[in-house]
């Protein structure tokens, strides 16, 4: 609101508001000084978070800055991710409320989530979603993507670990700071030589996986249908408690994915329907992917149409043979 209020004000020439093209940057920019650190809640790849204050509770995510090699995303970058990130505005989506711009103190500033991730939901409690359930947080999903994807952003980094669940509700983060976040500040990456986290493969769509090259991830042609792939691969974790392709090593699942070999569904006891949308998330052309807003109608026609079957009982997936 308060974006389109700038630009609404401008229009008519008022001259209170700056106008929104020339916004400061240093209306996002808070002072490291005046944020508050309490203890660490996660360490990731490439920043460590901390519950922080700052008018409240927040999540403060400062970047790990070793060096500003050559090949690193020079300030410049993270500013523009930054000035794209402060327009997002969505229930489903957490509030960013600022960052710190000064190098070598680069930090983010969100609202601080609530709950616990997917991750943490599916792969450590080992919690059973039913359809249902996981029906209603994958059309949240599906709300938030198409509202970022409407807004011309790609999340490029959409997985189970940046989807929290705070009592129902479904809050994406880390969205459209891909570069700066998670390729200039590489340097204490872990993973294998190429590069590869666990656990991130299984979202790389076959464009992406092909286009890996050893330290050159920066450069990856991510896209709106690279976002629809790893929505795909967040739907699977859903219904069967595991990651596609699970126990397989990395160079087995880049050649499968590459050559356009998917997981297999023939275990996976669920209805043609709920399958038919992991198949058009993961077709191997970008182009046959379905949009975010597609994949919402479809999803909600999906509860109607099992409870009409079986009105006392919602339908439980069963798991694969081998969880
Ligand atoms: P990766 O480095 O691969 O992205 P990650 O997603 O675990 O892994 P971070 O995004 O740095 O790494 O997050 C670190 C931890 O902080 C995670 O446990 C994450 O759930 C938590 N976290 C991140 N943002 C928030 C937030 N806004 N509110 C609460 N916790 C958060």
């Known amino acids: 609101q308060r974006a389109d209020s700038l630009d609404m004000s401008n229009k008519h020439g008022d ?9 400061s940057m240093k209306e996002w920019d808070i002072p490291y000084d005046e944020l508050k650190l309490f203890e660490v809640i996660g360490r990731g790849r490439f ?3 901390y519950r922080g204050s700052w008018h409240g509770a927040v999540a403060v995510k400062l970047l790990h800055v070793h060096s500003l090699h ?4 020079p300030l410049d970058t993270f500013k523009h991710e930054v000035a794209t990130f402060r327009k997002t505005r969505h229930e489903n989506l957490v509030l960013f409320m600022g ?6 103190r680069l930090a983010i500033v969100t609202s601080l989530c609530k ?19 996981s029906v ?6 599906s709300q938030g993507m198409g509202y970022l994807h409407a807004r ?7 997985k189970t670990k940046n989807i929290f669940l705070e009592n129902g509700k479904v809050v994406i983060t880390d969205f459209g700071l891909f570069s700066v976040t998670k390729m200039c500040f590489g340097n204490n990456a872990r993973g294998d030589s190429l590069g590869i986290p666990a656990g991130w493969l299984c979202y790389l769509a076959p464009e992406l996986v092909r286009a890996l090259r050893p330290h050159a991830s920066l450069h990856l042609p991510f896209s709106k249908a690279t976002d629809v792939y790893a929505f795909g691969t967040v739907w699977y974790e859903l219904l069967c408690g595991e990651y596609p392709f699970k126990g397989q090593p990395p160079e087995a699942i880049i050649w499968q994915v590459g050559k356009g070999v998917k997981q297999s569904l023939a ?9 038919d949308i992991l198949m058009v998330c993961w077709a191997y052309r970008a182009s046959e992917r379905a949009e975010f807003p597609r994949l919402l109608t479809t999803l909600q026609k999906l509860p109607r149409k099992r409870l009409a079957r079986s009105p006392s009982h919602p339908v439980h997936l069963s798991r694969s043979a081998d969880s």
């Open 152 to 158: 011309g952003i790609i999340h490029k980094d959409l």
């Open 136 to 141: 209603l947080v994958a059309q949240q999903i």
């Open 70 to 73: 050559s090949d690193c995303v």
């Open 47 to 49: 920043g460590t978070v």
């Open 267 to 275: 275990n996976m006891q669920a209805s043609r329907d709920i399958k």
């Open 115 to 133: 709950g616990m991730t997917l991750y943490t939901h599916i792969h450590l409690r080992k919690d059973k979603f039913t359809a249902n359930k």
């Open 99 to 104: 960052a710190c711009m000064k190098p070598p």
């Open 15 to 23: 001259s209170r508001w700056p106008r929104q093209n020339s916004l």
